[in-house]
C-alpha cells in the first residue's frame, strides 16, 4: 500500500518543474549565480551546468525559465538595469535630478548587484561583448543617454556648475559610481575599503562629497 504524501508524489511526477512554492526561489538562485559567475568568467566560458550547480538546480531549469542561455544573460542584466532605468525616467519626469541623488540610485543598484558592473566591462563596454550591441539599442538611451538631460537640467536651475559639459559630467558621475565595483579586489585588499552597508554608506558619503565640491558652483 502506498502512503507516500500525495503532493510529494505528484511533484515527482513533473520531472524538470520544480513545485509552485519553489519557482521564484529557484528561478532567483539561477539569476544570482549566472550574475556571478559570468562576471567573473565571462559568458562564453561560463557552462550552464555550473550556474545550475551553484544554484543548486537542474540544468533543465534554464531552458524552463529562460529559454536559452543567452536569454538567461539578457533576465540577469535587465533585473537590475530595469528598476534603475525606471527610476531615472522618474527623476526626468519630476523635473529635478541633483547630481547626488543620481549617484546614490547607481550606487544603491551596484550595492545590491556587486557582480553587474564586472558583468557590463566583460560583455557590454569590452568588444566582443555578447550583450554591446542589445545594451546599446535598447537601455543605454534610457540609462547613461539621460544623464547629460539631467544634468543640463541641473545647470539651468543654477545646481550644477555652468561651465561644465554636460555629456563629459555624465560621463566623471559614471565613473565614480562604477568604478569602484570594477575595480573591488583592489579595493579591499590594497587599500582596506569594505563593501558591507557601512562600507557602501562611506562610498556614498564621499562620492556625493565629490560632486559637491565639483560640480556645483
Known sequence: ??????????AARTPGRPARSDSAGVREAILD????????????????????????????????????K????EQVMERSLEPLASAIAQMRQAGAAPAGAIARLLLDTLGAHPNLAMLMVREVMLPGGVMRERFLERMAPRLGGSLPELLAREQA?????????????????????????????????????????????????????????????
Open 157 to 217: 536651475a543654477g545646481r550644477v556648475r555652468s561651465d561644465l559639459d554636460p555629456r563629459i559630467a555624465a560621463l566623471l558621475l559614471l565613473a565614480l559610481a562604477v568604478f569602484p565595483f570594477i575595480g573591488r579586489g583592489i579595493a579591499e585588499t590594497g587599500l582596506g575599503v569594505t563593501y558591507d552597508r557601512a562600507g557602501l554608506d562611506e562610498l556614498e558619503r564621499h562620492v556625493e562629497a565629490v560632486l559637491e565640491g565639483g560640480f556645483h558652483p
Open 1 to 10: 500500500m502506498n502512503h507516500e504524501d500525495p503532493k510529494i508524489d505528484a
Open 70 to 73: 543567452r536569454a538567461l544573460l
Open 33 to 68: 549565480a549566472a550574475e556571478t559567475l559570468f562576471a567573473q568568467r565571462g559568458f562564453a566560458a561560463t557552462p550552464v551546468r555550473e550556474i545550475t550547480e551553484q544554484a543548486g538546480a537542474n540544468p533543465a531549469m534554464v531552458n524552463y525559465y529562460f529559454g536559452s
